[in-house]
Structures are given as C-alpha cells and as structure tokens.
C-alpha cells in the first residue's frame, strides 16, 4: 500500500494533473477578477488551499457568459457582495494546494529517480531552479508589501501609505517638538469591543464599527443621525455599506469610539475615514488627537519632492514620460543626495523599490508605488540555474553523441 502511494507521489502523470490543474485555476482566477474584484480574486484563487463553491460559480458564470454574450445574449451580473458572503465550502483545489502538491511530488521524483553523476548535474539544477520559483512566489506572498507615498511640490514625507488598509490612532500633541503616536489598526475595532494600550491613559471602547461606511452631511434615505457626546460629528449621518470590490475603489471605515478614563467618560467620538481633519481633546493637562487615516510605515530618512514633469509628445496629449525629482536625506548616516525617478527607472533603497507610479491632475504632485520583497531576486536566480541545468545536459548529451560517432 505504502509503495502504491509513493509510486503515486513519484509519478510523472501526477505532475501533469498538477500542472493542468494550474493551468485551469490561472484562467478561473483570472476571468472571477470582474465579479469578485482583483484582490478578492487573488485571495480566493491563488492565496488559499482551496476555492470555495461561489467563487468557482463566478468564474464558471463569467466564462458562460462571454460565450453568450458573443451571441447577443449576456447573463445577469453576479452581485459581488452575495458572493464574499456565502459559506466558503471547498470546491476546486487553490494555488497554495498546488503548489505545495508540485512541491513534494518534485522532490519525491527527484530523490527516486536522481542517479549522481556528472551527467546528472543538470537535472539537479532544473529542479532546485523549480522549487526556488514556487518557493519564491511563496515568500513574495507572505512577506511583500506595497504602499503608496504622496508628495505635493516641496512637501517632504519620512512614511509611506497603505492604498486599503487603515488605522485608528491617538495622537498626544503636547510636546510642539514630536508627537506621541498610538496606532490601532481597524482589523482590531472588528475584533474588540476594548481596546486597552500602555501608552494610552484611558480605554478605546468601540461602540459601533463600520468597515465600510457612507458618510454624509444632511438626512438621506437609509442613513441614520450620528450620535456622538463630544467633538465633532454629531451632524453627520452615515449608514454601512457592502464591502468594494473594485480596483480604483476601496473600502472607508468608520466608527463610534468612546474614551473611557479610570475617572468616568470623555464622551463618544465619530472617527471615520472620511473626515479630513481629526477630533481633538484634552486629558489630564494633555492635549490628544483622534482619526481614523490610512496605516504608515515610517522611514529612518526623508524624501523631499523638488521637481515633478509630466513630458508629452509635441503637439500632443500623448504621454512620454512621468519623472519626479526628489532629495534623500538620511540623518543618521549623514547621506544628502538627490535622485531622479521615472518610468522603468525605479529608486531602490534600503530594501524597497520605489516606482514612478502616477499623478496629480494638475502636474504638482507625484505618486510613487513602494515596493518591499525580500524575495525579489529569487526569480531571477530561479530562472538562471534552470538555463544552467538545460544547458549542460544540453551539451552533456551533445558530447556523448559526440563520442559515439563512428567516423565515415
């Protein structure tokens, strides 16, 4: 029995079910991107060990659908909403299943079947070359992350932004030289109901949390009065909202927090992402702030914007390059220097890849994608001793004929 299943393991038409299987869930994942939205997709495609029953029925209707609608007969529109909110029953296996499946039935052959010996050399290196590309892509899963940094003409940033995540933070602005800062991120107000910090001389009590909100001014259908104690917010009305699924969309969170000292209650606080400018108050002869903005990393150094240029072909509205010329100053190590970044000419920098990425309308201002992989050159190193490996059985088998051949 035991060796049935190794043989199972080991066998050449496993790697080809597996590879197939790769094949179909690439192309479901990628036609489900329309119903579900990019990142859903990828999350329930790629980054799981199976696809639930919805998904796989988004991505069988979107197909269906292409298919009638080059006949002049479309299907309705899936509701994305419907789809990320029914139980998630295992349907078709997901690309970590796959993958870890590739993984050891590679292995497997390669410890049956690998003979040592010069002439072996090379389906050594094509298979450390494969398990170096999925363990890659692996690791770029779980430890890339990428953030956006804004920078208007003359504006210097020493963070970065997330684009779809947010935080909820308390500021102590008492010192007018640096500000004390504790950020919670909004995962957490879902969580937990108290929240309690060490910094923080009283407890967050979260008393209605939105992770998706509308926020408006004046009474509307099926928005409710915001009711709040303290600070501002008591005219607002705001109702939730499903969660977004589109790519230039994103979800804005809200909440109702109140502040509770060991004395009694500060009163309750709209925070929201929404509001542009935070609640202010004061404790104890401190003075706080309180919002809900978008979650920072912060840098040991600065990036100052000198110069953005949006270049055109003359006589035309059709873009020819986008450039941003910023300084780098890092005080720690005394590093002052300026740096010109543009399309496909990226900065790197202490492990992150800055690329040019995108606009203000009126041409003041500059959007740069921040990229950290840890694992960016494994692709690289990946691909490199595959070619090695082909290569020298390649001409490993060339010799040989070689060899054998008897002269005329």
């Known amino acids: 029995m035991l060796d049935r299943i190794y043989r199972i393991i080991t066998s050449l038409r496993l790697t080809v079910v597996l590879l197939s299987l790769g094949l179909v869930l690439v192309y479901l ?108 892509q692996l690791l770029t899963d779980i430890l890339a992350t990428e953030s956006l940094l804004h920078l208007r003409h003359g504006e210097t940033k020493n963070y970065t932004e997330a684009s779809r995540q947010f935080e909820l933070v ?91 000292p060991p004395t009694g209650s500060l009163g309750t606080f709209l925070t929201s992402a929404y509001l542009t400018r935070p609640q202010e108050f004061t404790h104890a002869g401190r003075t706080y702030q309180l919002g809900i903005r978008n979650e920072r990393f912060y840098k040991p150094f600065t990036i100052h914007l000198l110069e953005f240029k949006h270049d ?27 740096v010109l970044i543009y399309m496909n000419n990226p900065l790197r920098y202490d492990g992150e890849t800055y690329y040019q990425a995108s606009f203000d309308r009126d041409n003041q201002g500059t959007v740069l994608q921040v990229v950290r992989n840890p694992s960016w050159l494994t692709p690289y190193l990946a691909c490199v001793l595959v070619s090695i490996g082909l290569l020298w059985q390649f001409f490993a088998h060339l010799s040989g004929f070689a060899r054998k051949r008897k002269p005329a």
């Open 29 to 136: 994942g990628t036609v489900a991107q329309e119903p579900l939205g990019l990142y859903a997709a990828q999350h329930r495609f790629f980054r799981s060990f199976f696809v639930d029953a919805s998904s796989l029925y988004a991505a069988v209707h979107k197909s269906v659908d292409m298919l009638t609608q080059s006949m002049g007969h479309p299907l309705k529109p899936l509701e994305a909403t419907k789809l990320l909110s029914a139980p998630r029953l295992p349907a078709f296996p997901g690309g970590y299943l796959i993958g870890v499946l590739l993984l050891i039935n590679l292995f497997a052959a390669h410890f049956r079947y690998y003979q040592p010996g010069k002439r072996k050399i090379g389906i050594a290196l094509i298979h450390i070359g494969v398990v170096l590309l999925l363990v890659g």
């Open 170 to 260: 308390v500021v102590d602005t008492t010192d007018p030289v640096t500000d004390k800062i504790v950020a919670i991120p909004t995962g957490r107000l879902a969580r937990h109901r108290e929240i309690q910090h060490a910094e923080l001389p009283f407890t967050i009590r979260v008393q209605t949390f939105y992770p998706n909100s509308a926020l408006v001014e004046k009474a509307a259908p099926g928005y409710s009065a915001v009711g709040t104690t303290a600070g501002f917010g008591a005219g607002f009305w705001w109702r939730e909202v499903p969660h977004e699924t589109e790519m230039d969309k994103r979800d804005m969170p809200s909440a109702i927090v109140e502040l509770r």
């Open 312 to 338: 055109k072909y003359p006589g035309t509205e059709i873009p020819k390059n986008f450039s941003s010329r910023v300084r780098l100053q890092r005080p720690a190590t005394g590093e002052d220097r300026e």
